[in-house]
């Protein structure tokens, strides 16, 4: 497994938010995380960052133990984070902007590929690249947002809640731009979401957060065929 999380649990400050979490993303894999308003997928993604104590569990990633390891340091070992809300800078323009995600990297040739790569996955990014980002559409701060992500070289990209704010139709074309991504690179996918439909355009299989626990977990058939989670994530 690229990435194993075992029975986590997840702290603010002295209130604990997660009591088990576990999964696991395979190399190349893509996994969704499913679950309604403050069921802890956020603060799973922060736990595997390191943004977020982690008094119990484990988390290995590589083979790796990283539970407790810094953010920089967790990054620097390959997992590129996309955070909620998206975390672009907005007095930097959007070339600026994916080449701060960049910044570890010394193979010239190779981000300028990967820039190129970008702009031709998401166009908009193209038309507005010596634009600042506070100038950008909700939708087109979520493209940069992954470029900038993509642009880390990570093995294990991490998206939380993509469509977040976006027009459906915004939050199709981000989730074909996503799937393509995967496709063309090869890249291990971590993808939190509300909306099930979108989550499952990229993912094989998901696991189902709630109050801090997970559920449940299968393949995305497997899913669909399930009741409940038809009910509570799919409109039906
Ligand atoms: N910074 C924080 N300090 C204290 N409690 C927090 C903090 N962030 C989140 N929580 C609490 O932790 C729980 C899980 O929140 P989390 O953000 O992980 O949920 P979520 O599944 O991502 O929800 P949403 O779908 O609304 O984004 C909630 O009860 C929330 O109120
Ligand atoms: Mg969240």
Do not use: C, W
Not at 36 to 47: D, E, F, I, S
Not at 49 to 54: A, E, I, L, P, Q
Not at 130 to 154: C, H, V, Y
């Amino acid at each position: 497994m690229l990435l194993e999380v075992s029975g986590i649990t997840a702290a603010y400050g002295s209130v604990q938010v997660i009591e088990n979490v576990s999964l696991s993303v395979g190399e190349g894999a893509a996994v969704g995380i499913l679950g309604a308003n403050g069921a802890g997928k956020t603060t799973t993604l922060r736990a595997i960052s390191g943004t977020v104590r982690v008094p119990s569990g484990t988390i290995t990633f590589k083979g790796q133990d990283i539970r407790g390891k810094r953010p920089e340091e967790v990054a620097a070992l390959g997992i590129s984070h996309v955070p909620e809300g998206r975390g672009t800078l907005p007095n930097l323009t959007v070339e600026e902007n994916l080449r701060v995600g960049a910044y570890l990297r010394k193979d010239r040739s190779g981000i300028e590929t990967d820039i190129a790569f970008i702009l031709e996955l998401f166009p908009n990014l193209k038309r507005r690249f010596t634009s600042n980002g506070s100038a950008l559409s909700g939708g087109e701060q979520q493209m940069m947002a992954i470029g900038r992500a993509f642009l880390a070289k990570p093995t294990l990209l991490v998206l939380d809640e993509p469509s977040l704010g976006l027009a459906p139709s915004t939050a199709k074309d981000v989730y074909a731009a996503i799937s393509r991504l995967r496709l063309e690179t090869g890249i291990a996918m971590l993808v939190v979401e509300q909306n099930a439909n979108l989550a499952f355009s990229v993912v094989d299989t998901a696991v189902v957060l709630e109050t801090g626990r997970s559920v449940l977990s299968g393949s995305t058939a497997e899913l669909r065929g399930n009741d409940e989670i038809r009910r509570a994530y799919l409109g039906g």
